[in-house]
C-alpha cells in the first residue's frame, strides 16, 4: 500500500466511529491523529486528553495545549500519578503495562462521562515490532489504535503531517521520563526530575534529540551520531552540570540515539 492508501484507509477507520476520545501528548503521532479525526468526524465529536504526570516533562505540556488549541480541539488535562500506580516504581519488564492499565482507568471514565465511547492512542506500525506491554494493556481495555490499525509509519506520519502543514512533523521522537531508568532499578521522583534537567540542559547546545539513560548513578547520554561531536566539545560543562543534579558519571554512548533501546537487554534475555 501507498502512503496515500494507508492515510486514506484511516479516514475509512475514523470516519466508521461515530466519536473519539485521543489519549494526546502533543507529540508526532498523537497530533497527526487528532488533525485528521476532527478533518473527518467534525470537532463536536473529537476530544483530546492529555495525563500531566511526574513522568510528563512540563515543556510537552505547554507544546500539547499549543498543538490542541491551534488544531481547535477540545483538550482536557488529567492530573495522573503512575508513581502511586501498585508496581509502577518497581520498573520491571511490565512497567508500561502498569502504566497504561492505570492511565485507562482515569481516562475511561472521564471520556464516558462526557459522552465519548471510544478512546484511542497514537500507537504506531514502528511499535508493533518492538517490546511494548502498553500494547497488550490496551488490548485489554479495548483501546484502539487507529494509525497502527492503517499500517502507518513514522516517517509516513511524519510526511503527512508535513503536508498537513502540523509543527510536529519534525519534532523529536519523545517518550516517557521513566523509560530513561534502567529496568528493575526503583522510579522515584528525583530520578525522573534529575532526567528532566539533564536532557533539557543538554538540548540547550543546539541537540534536538537526546536521551540521557539511568544506571544507578551513571548518565549514559544518547545523540544522533551527528550531534556527538557537539557534546565532546562541551563535555566538560555537561559533566559538571549533570554531575550538579546527582549523577556520579558521565558518558557518551558511541552507538547513538535509538528509540527504546533500554528495551534490548529484555530482548537479549528472551531470545537467549
Known amino acids: 500500500m501507498t502512503v496515500e492508501d494507508k492515510y486514506q ?3 475509512e477507520i475514523l470516519g466508521n466511529m461515530e ?24 470537532k463536536n465529536h473529537v476530544v483530546a486528553v492529555t495525563a500531566d504526570s511526574e513522568t510528563y516533562p512540563s ?14 480541539a477540545t483538550h482536557y488535562v488529567v492530573q495522573t500519578s503512575e508513581l502511586a500506580i501498585p508496581g509502577y516504581q518497581d520498573n520491571d519488564k511490565n512497567r508500561c503495562y502498569f502504566c497504561k492499565s492505570g492511565l485507562f482507568d482515569e481516562l475511561i471514565p472521564l471520556i464516558s462521562e462526557k459522552g465519548f465511547e471510544n478512546l484511542t492512542l497514537g500507537v504506531i506500525a514502528d511499535d508493533m515490532s518492538d ?3 502498553g500494547i497488550q494493556a490496551a488490548k485489554d481495555y479495548g483501546v484502539r489504535g ?22 510536529t512533523w519534525d519534532k523529536p521522537s519523545f ?29 540547550q547546545y543546539g541537540i534536538r534529540q537526546v536521551r540521557v539513560r539511568t544506571h544507578e548513578t551513571i548518565a549514559r547520554i544518547e545523540v544522533e551520531p551527528q550531534d556527538m561531536a557537539i557534546v565532546l566539545s ?11 543534579f546527582g549523577y556520579t558519571y558521565v558518558t557518551l554512548d558511541l552507538k547513538g540515539y535509538k528509540s527504546g533501546s533500554m528495551n534490548q537487554a529484555i530482548a537479549e534475555n528472551v531470545n537467549s
Open 59 to 72: 515543556s510537552e505540556l505547554i507544546e500539547a495545549k499549543t498543538y490542541a488549541n491551534n488544531i481547535g
Open 19 to 42: 466519536n473519539i476520545a485521543i489519549a494526546y501528548s502533543g507529540g508526532v503521532d498523537s497530533t497527526f491523529l487528532l488533525k485528521v479525526a476532527i478533518d473527518v468526524l467534525g
Open 9 to 11: 484507509r484511516l479516514k
Open 234 to 244: 562541551h563535555h566538560e560543562e555537561i559533566t559538571r552540570k549533570l554531575k550538579s
Open 175 to 203: 517518550a516517557c521520563l521513566s523509560s530513561r531508568i534502567a529496568y528493575g532499578e526503583k522510579i522515584t521522583k528525583s530520578k525522573l526530575t534529575k532526567v528532566e534537567k539533564s536532557e533539557a540542559y543538554i538540548k
Open 146 to 167: 487507529p494509525l497502527a490499525e492503517a499500517d502507518l509509519y513514522k516517517d509516513e506520519i511524519r510526511q503527512l503531517s508535513k503536508q498537513l502543514d502540523l509543527p
Open 131 to 133: 517490546y511494548r506491554p
